[in-house]
Structure formats: structure tokens, C-alpha cells
């Protein structure tokens, strides 16, 4: 199973993947990771694990759509079967949704259809489900189409929050929980439990 990982940011979701790949916890490889941010500590852990990166952005193509060429073009070349958005704050095109139809997945650290769409990422998701006096949280991992946190859902892992928990806790307690579910979630991928398209 060759993967592509796609991060905005910190990568720590994507961490984790690599890990579990190099510690034969899965039997996959990430053999390419996109960023559309230059900066992205995602890009230096995909360098650090000797793994092709790409920065692909609107600066990069002139406009955000010409991202999508450029992108597909880059997961045929390394013949990806399956594209795993973690932290991945741009929108998937359409030839690449038409192309990877199913096999784009994204995690969500809240358990949508609930706390989701544009704008809803990062500490906003996890102040909303606080201010909102929700006993449960939880991660979701569901199939990507056209629109934000959208698509068919796949995977969900409740998580409790506590009476003391702050947006900022609460983020911690689950990005730790996502670092296990998502490789649970591969593993499910790998064996078919879990269909691609
Ligand atoms: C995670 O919380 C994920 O659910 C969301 O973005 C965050 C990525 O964290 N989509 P990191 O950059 O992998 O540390």
C-alpha cells in the first residue's frame, strides 16, 4: 500500500504514519508527502525520513487551481493508492477527486457531522465542542469529496472531556488519541476491512 500524506502544519499526524511504517506496525510505505506551506514542519520530518516532498501551493502555481495537476500528477508518479489528508487546510481538486475517487481520506479531531466545515480546524474545533458543554468528543476519519469534512464517514473514536478540560487540553488529549486511531484506521485499509474505491 503506498500512501501520500498531505499536512499544512506540525505533521505530527503524519508522524505517526511513518513511524508505524518503519516499525512494521503497518505494511504500507508513505512515499510521498505535500505541503502547501514551505514552512511546514511536515515537510522537514518527510526530509528527515528520506521521504519525497512536495511544496505545491497557490504561490507556487500561480492560483489555486492550478494546484491540481500538478498534485495528481505527482501520486500517479509514485503510483499511490491511497491519499491521507492529516492537517491539510486546502480544498482537493477535481481531477484529483475524480481520479483517487474514495481513496482520499481526512481526519477530523471532532466527531462530525458535528464541528466541522470552512474555518472549523485547529483550537476553533476543540473551543466550539467546550463552549458548546459537550461530554464527548472524538476523532473522525472519513472519505474527502468537494466539500469541507463532508464526505462519507469511515472511522469515529469517542473521547471523553472532562469538566476541566480547555480548548487547549482537550486538543492535546485528542491529537494523542489520533496518533493511534489513524494507524488502526491504515491497518483496517490494509487488510480490506475497510474498502478503497
Ligand atoms: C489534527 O488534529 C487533525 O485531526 C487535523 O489537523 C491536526 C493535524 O495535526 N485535521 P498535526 O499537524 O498532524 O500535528
Keep these: 500500500m503506498k500512501i501520500a500524506v498531505f499536512a499544512s502544519?506540525?505533521?505530527s499526524d503524519l508522524q505517526a504514519i511513518?513511524?508505524?511504517c518503519q516499525n512494521g506496525m503497518l505494511n504500507a510505505?508513505?512515499?510521498?508527502?505535500?505541503?502547501?506551506n514551505s514552512d511546514s514542519k511536515a515537510l522537514e520530518r518527510a526530509h528527515k525520513a528520506?521521504?519525497?516532498s512536495y511544496h505545491i501551493s497557490a504561490?507556487?502555481?500561480?492560483?489555486?487551481?492550478?494546484?491540481d495537476a500538478p498534485i495528481l500528477y505527482i501520486l500517479q508518479k509514485h503510483q499511490i493508492d491511497l491519499v491521507f489528508l492529516a492537517g491539510y487546510l486546502k480544498k482537493i481538486g477535481d481531477q484529483t477527486l475524480r481520479q483517487y475517487h474514495n481513496r482520499i481520506f481526512n481526519?477530523?479531531?471532532a466527531l462530525l457531522p458535528k464541528y466541522g466545515g470552512?474555518?472549523?480546524y485547529g483550537m476553533q474545533v476543540h473551543a466550539a465542542v467546550i463552549h458548546a458543554g459537550e461530554s464527548t468528543s472524538g476523532v473522525t476519519i472519513h472519505r474527502v469529496n468537494e466539500e469541507y469534512d463532508a464526505g462519507e464517514i469511515v472511522a469515529q473514536k469517542m473521547i471523553p472531556v472532562s469538566k476541566s478540560d480547555t480548548p487547549e487540553s482537550l486538543a492535546k488529549k485528542v491529537l494523542q488519541y489520533e496518533h493511534l486511531f489513524l494507524v488502526d484506521f491504515?491497518?483496517?485499509i490494509v487488510n480490506g476491512s475497510i474498502p478503497l474505491g
Design 9 to 11: 502544519h506540525n505533521g
Design 18 to 20: 511513518i513511524d508505524a
Design 29 to 36: 510505505t508513505v512515499e510521498a508527502v505535500i505541503s502547501n
Design 50 to 52: 528520506n521521504i519525497s
Design 59 to 67: 504561490k507556487t502555481c500561480g492560483n489555486e487551481s492550478n494546484t
Design 107 to 109: 481526519i477530523h479531531p
Design 118 to 120: 470552512k474555518g472549523m
Design 186 to 188: 491504515l491497518k483496517d
